[in-house]
């Protein structure tokens, strides 16, 4: 197991629709373990696997911090609404450091995918969970959180990036 670079705005991986995974194999479960390594080094709550550079449809989260959160990963993951009920909150993202802004999300969705071994692997998610289950599969979608803002938002996210060291190197 290891810690991946995470990928910083403006690296073209983090636009691109990552692939359905078909290989169950031994690549994959070294892939999620590192992704799990990479997010506990960083302090984030999920990671999706094109924010370490590889185009698969996979995705870890942490949200075991909270009461009745969950630890685990998803691959091939699917979600949909179930409510038109929504949450907003602070977002940020491991591949965007030093901002964050409020964003809109569904607030509970149920989710659906495969486990390491291929297995169907299916749960309801709310609040917290359900925002990072959201954004990880917009970044699987090549979709950053940047996009959910309201133009005024994005304009003051796009300001910090560009005053930010690390897009500046």
């Keep these: 197991m290891a ?3 995470v990928r910083l705005f403006g690296d073209p ?5 990552a692939d359905e995974v078909v290989d169950f194999d ?3 479960s070294t892939l999620i373990d590192d992704m799990f390594d990479t997010m506990e080094d960083a302090g984030g709550v ?10 698969r449809r996979v995705f870890v989260f942490d949200t075991s911090h909270q009461e009745g959160g969950l630890r685990g990963h998803v691959i091939n993951p699917v979600w949909e609404p179930l409510t038109e009920d929504t949450q907003t909150g602070k977002e940020g993202c491991l591949s965007i450091p ?3 802004a409020e964003t809109t999300r569904y607030e509970t969705v149920r989710l659906s995918g495969q486990d390491r071994d291929g297995n169907p ?8 969970l359900a925002r990072c289950i959201q954004h990880e599969t917009d970044h699987l ?3 950053l959180f940047l996009k959910r803002l309201d133009p005024a938002e994005r304009k003051a996210a796009m300001g910090v990036i560009r005053a930010s060291a690390w897009f500046n190197k």
Excluded at 13 to 17: A, E, G, I, K
Excluded at 46 to 55: K, M
Excluded at 121 to 128: S, Y
């Design 98 to 100: 030093d901002v964050s």
């Design 26 to 28: 031994e690549s994959l």
């Design 121 to 128: 692997v299916g749960f309801v998610a709310n609040g917290l």
């Design 3 to 5: 810690v991946r670079e």
């Design 141 to 143: 979608d090549g979709v």
């Design 46 to 55: 999920g990671l999706a696997a094109n924010q370490v550079g590889v185009l």
């Design 13 to 17: 991986v983090l636009v691109s629709r």
